[in-house]
């Protein structure tokens, strides 16, 4: 702050000189042309030391500091004191960009910064050797206009970056980038790109070995299990041997339904893209897992339809039949004889349609639910293979979900029951026609799903 002394001797001056002046002024017959020449001449003064500051402000870099007097001086002096200041912070700044530089330079994953519109604005060495990026000559330049793969551009256009991207390389064929896009600040997004062509020549030799091994499986079972049944059957067998034959046989149609059913997922795996887009009409799907599940032994389940006739599913038959009957099925085994299940189909408020399966069974305790659809998870092994389950349902579940862009959402509780939510997208949706429908739908619904 400045102190309060230079302005003191300021005035004082000023009245020195404005008696000074008025005196002589008096001796030469006119004492207000002589005051109006001074405040004129102070006047000049300030005028010239604004002057020089202004000057000094605008080429500070190379000038040094002018000398100043009277009460510009301690001015000038609080101003040098601030451009000190900030010289030093815009050092620190330096180094600790260029730290901040060496250490995104260092780091084996691409990063590349870019704004709200996707125009580059820094990247780091790997995002070179990964991305085939140039720096500096990219800069500035609009992302998508460098990496061309459409569904990069489709991902950078949609915005949603809550899961990542994986994408062919785009600069080495056969080779995989994965991409995640994280926004920060107001107008920023951190684009960080991996090599995971290992990683997923890993997860295909995985699929391959357990395809692999299940399709060798397959047929031997088939001659084990026809076998056995036989000689189960088998007036001779002594009788010492039926029992051990019979479990043989319950624990070779047990792998015999484990291998359909890793076939089958592994099939759903190797399914190119997406699944098929053929209108499905779920109403009727559903009445057949209907009637296969109430054919199921001697159940006594109650199973109860609603379903939204107008909307249609653009997917898989059979991968859907096989998911909606993995989750009917479940509803059954895992609730006591008697009990009530609804299949409900509808559209919700966002023009998506959700499939729920609500029983009022045993439930599943919360810690266990984001495991279910693993392979082989079960919350009680004994009661799943009791009741004849391979561990494999929800996990086929959940990828025939992901192939028709829907998800799975399980809410249970314990000894209550539980409801498995699958959501599918408007863009999964057909409307249909009332007529052809024979029986309306709303038609909130109905702009709701044809406009997705
Ligand atoms: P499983 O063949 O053992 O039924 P799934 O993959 O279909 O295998 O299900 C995994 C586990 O999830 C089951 O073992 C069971 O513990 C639990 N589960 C699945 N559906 C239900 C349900 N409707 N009610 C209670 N538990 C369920």
């Not at 250490?103 to 691409?110: E, N, S, T, V, Y």
């Not at 991902?155 to 080495?172: A, C, D, K, T």
């Not at 997004?189 to 990683?199: E, F, G, N, Q, W």
């Amino acid at each position: 702050m400045l102190s309060p002394r230079p302005w003191v001797m300021e005035a004082r001056r000023v009245v020195i000189g404005a008696v000074v002046l008025g005196a002589i002024g008096y001796a030469l017959g006119s004492p207000a042309t002589a005051l109006l020449a001074g405040a004129l001449g102070y006047l000049g003064w300030h005028l010239r030391q604004l002057y020089v500051l202004q000057q000094w402000l605008a080429h500070r870099k190379r000038r040094p500091m002018p000398k100043a007097l009277g009460v510009w001086a301690p001015v000038l002096d609080s101003l040098e004191r601030l451009n000190r200041q900030s010289r030093k912070r815009k050092r620190r700044l330096r180094s600790f960009i260029s730290r901040f530089e060496q250490a995104a330079g260092a780091f084996p994953d691409a990063a590349v910064i870019l704004d709200i519109d996707g125009g580059i604005v820094w990247l780091n060495h790997a995002a070179s050797e990964l991305l085939g990026l140039r720096y500096p000559q990219d800069l500035y330049q609009h992302v998508s206009n460098l990496i061309r793969n459409p569904d990069f551009v489709d991902y950078l256009e949609r915005g949603n970056f809550e899961e990542p991207l994986e994408m062919p390389s785009p600069v080495e064929d056969g080779a995989f980038t994965l991409v995640r896009i994280v926004p920060y600040g107001s107008d920023r997004r951190l684009m960080l790109a991996r090599d995971v062509t290992r990683l997923n020549r890993l997860e295909q030799i995985r699929k391959d070995f357990v395809a692999n091994v299940s399709h060798e499986l397959r047929s031997p079972l088939t001659v084990i299990v026809g076998y056995l049944e036989t000689f189960s059957d088998e007036e001779r067998v002594p009788a010492p041997w039926r029992r051990p034959l019979e479990l043989m046989s319950q624990q070779a149609n047990r792998m015999a339904l484990i291998v359909e059913d890793l076939l089958k997922l592994s099939r759903i795996e190797h399914s190119p893209g997406e699944a098929s887009t053929n209108a499905v009409a779920i109403s009727d799907l559903l009445e057949g897992v209907r009637s296969d599940a109430l054919g199921l032994g001697e159940s006594t389940h109650r199973i109860h339809l609603e379903s939204e006739k107008g909307v249609r599913l653009l997917g898989d038959y059979n991968e859907l039949y096989s998911a909606f009957s993995n989750l009917v099925f479940n509803a059954i085994q895992y609730s006591p004889e008697g009990g009530d299940i609804w299949l409900r189909w509808k559209l919700v408020d966002d023009g998506a349609a959700v499939l729920e399966v609500e029983d009022t069974g045993i439930g599943v305790d919360e810690h266990h639910l984001p495991r279910l659809t693993e392979r082989f998870y079960r919350v009680d092994k004994a009661r799943s293979r009791e009741v004849g389950g391979t561990g494999l349902g929800l996990a086929i579940v959940k990828h025939v979900l992901m192939r028709h862009d829907a998800t799975l959402e399980v809410r249970s509780q314990l000894d209550l029951g539980s409801t498995f939510i699958c959501r599918f997208p408007a863009s999964r949706l057909e409307a249909i026609e009332l007529a052809e429908a024979g029986e309306e739908p709303t038609p909130a619904a109905l702009e709701d799903a044809s406009g997705g």
